[in-house]
């Protein structure tokens, strides 16, 4: 039921969606053992369903739900914890609160860090979400090192990732490498990356965030 629901949302049926993983949840909940892995996870897909929708409010709600699930049957060092945090403060970024999104992706990062090899996909979502944070926070110096890091560590991999999943590292670093002055850079991979985003999974990701690196891209340079 979980993954049938997982379906319709890449197929953009939202409100099937949404009864597929509450039926999910309540066969979960009224089982003998309700707290589980699974429970966390078809919550933790409750809120990226509302993510996806543009309710931020209900979707950082559910990730709160999950995150404390996922405490609870493992503690604060896994990366099913790590996750929760990234779609946490990716909830608090869509709300216009950078400020509270850094120290979770910090947390974050820090987890997978000591779980992950350079260009693992956990461990660069980790890094460009908090470039992205970062970013918004104006602290582009800072965003960079973070930012290149994750784009080259997904070209040294034997075995190639998403598409898409470069292109999110090489918009941010681009908008990032405008930010600080070097546009001729980050124009190009702003402009190489722009295409294979379309490929998103997530529908934010493919339309809005580009946008928003953009206009990070064309402030001001601060020395």
């Known amino acids: 039921m979980n993954n049938w629901a997982r379906v319709l949302q890449a ?6 969606a949404q009864k597929g993983f509450q039926s999910a949840l309540n066969i979960v909940q009224h089982s003998s053992a309700p707290v589980t892995w699974p429970a966390a996870q078809i919550t933790s897909n409750l809120g990226l369903l509302d993510f996806d929708r543009g309710d931020y409010a209900s979707a950082e709600r559910y990730a709160r739900q999950a995150m404390d699930i996922r405490r609870k049957l493992g503690g604060e060092q896994t990366p099913v914890f ?11 970024l869509f709300q ?6 850094e120290p979770l992706l910090r947390q974050a990062l820090e987890i997978n860090r000591k779980r992950f090899w350079p260009g693992h996909p956990s461990l660069v979502s980790a890094e460009v979400r908090l470039g992205e944070a970062l970013l918004a926070l104006d ?3 800072e965003a960079a090192p973070l930012l290149q890091e994750a784009v080259a560590s997904i070209h040294a991999r034997s075995s190639p990732l998403p598409a898409w999943q ?3 590292a090489e918009s941010a670093y681009g908008a990032c490498l405008k930010n600080l002055g070097r ?15 379309s490929s998103d999974p997530r529908p934010v990701f493919r339309s809005e965030v580009p946008d928003r690196l ?3 891209g064309s402030a001001s340079h601060r020395s």
């Open 11 to 16: 197929k953009g049926d939202y409100s099937e």
């Open 96 to 101: 216009g609160d950078p400020v509270g999104a």
């Open 82 to 92: 790590a996750s929760s945090l990234i779609e946490l403060a990716e909830d608090r």
């Open 166 to 168: 470069l292109s999110e």
């Open 139 to 141: 602290k582009a110096h």
């Open 183 to 197: 546009s001729r850079e980050g124009d190009t991979l702003l402009r190489q990356s722009r295409p294979a985003l």
């Open 214 to 216: 953009r206009k990070i």
